[in-house]
């Protein structure tokens, strides 16, 4: 069972910046379109940012600008860089597939606050 582990969440100021990581246990990675996910309690997961095994990147229209998706095959990692972050960007981060074809990872706590 391929596991996914999410991490580099933390609590930032207003117009800060994070770069969360995804750890990957397979190779079979490479081959998926990989997505960073994000959820408030009570609300749907919405999805983020989504990078294709091509390297074609997709975007959340309130993140536009100020994420970016990236991944190492090599690694088995996807990264999510985050700037200017702002309040509403809080939230719990997670990865998988566009599909979310893995189990879901614990994820990992985004706050941003003054």
């Known amino acids: 069972q391929v596991q996914l582990v999410e991490s580099g969440g933390g609590l930032v100021q207003p117009g800060g910046s994070l770069r969360l990581s995804c750890a990957c246990s397979d190779s079979i990675f490479r081959f998926y379109t990989m997505a960073w996910y994000r959820q408030v309690p009570g609300k749907q997961r919405e999805l983020v940012a989504a990078l294709t095994s091509g390297g074609t990147t997709m975007y959340a229209d309130s993140v536009k600008g100020r994420f970016t998706i990236s991944r190492d095959n090599a690694k088995n990692t996807l990264y999510l860089q985050m700037n200017s972050l702002k309040p509403q960007d809080t939230a719990v981060y997670s990865c998988?597939?566009?599909?979310?074809?893995?189990?879901w990872g614990q994820g990992t706590q985004v706050t941003v606050s003054s």
């Open positions: 998988n597939t566009d599909f979310a074809r893995f189990s």
